[in-house]
Structures are given as C-alpha cells and as structure tokens.
C-alpha cells in the first residue's frame, strides 16, 4: 500500500502534538489540559487508523474482484485491525 500526502501529515500533526505535550509537561502545566492533548492526539491517531484500514480494504477488495476471489476474508482482517487497534 502506497501512503499518500493526506495520511503522511495526519501523522506529522499528530507528532506535533505529542512534541507539545512533553512541551506542557516540562512546564508543568495543568494535568486537565495535558489530558485534553494527550485525548485530542489519541483521537487524531484512532482516526488515522480507520482511514488506512479503509483505503487498504478498498484497494485489496478492488483486486479481489479483479481476480476473482472471495472479499469476505479480507473484510474480516480489515475489522479484526479495527478491533486490535482499540
């Protein structure tokens, strides 16, 4: 699977929250707001996941019905990553 621009920069922005929550951290700021980010950038980074499942499971459907085989095991996978990402 190629990795396009959009999923590169969701992870870069992703990394730049982490980068500014050890930042909150070393400054000791307010637990609250350091729980906010840390949930803002877990959200980002479920979010991630789901698009990269989605886009795999479209691009190996798209050549399953190509060659003639079954989608049925390749929607099983896509759902157990879901899943074992949680």
Do not use: P
Request: glycine share 4%; proline share 0%; hydrophobic share 40%.
């Amino acid at each position: 699977m190629e990795y396009n621009a959009q999923i590169k920069n969701r992870i870069k922005r992703v990394e730049g929250q982490l980068r500014g929550i050890v930042r909150m951290m070393e400054q000791a700021e307010d637990c609250k707001d350091v729980i906010t980010q840390l949930s803002a950038a877990k959200t980002a980074l479920d979010r991630s996941v789901g698009l990269i499942v989605s886009m795999n499971l479209v691009e190996c459907v798209r050549d399953s019905h190509e060659s003639g085989e079954s989608t049925e095991a390749l929607v099983k996978e896509a759902v157990n990553l879901l899943v074992k990402s949680r």
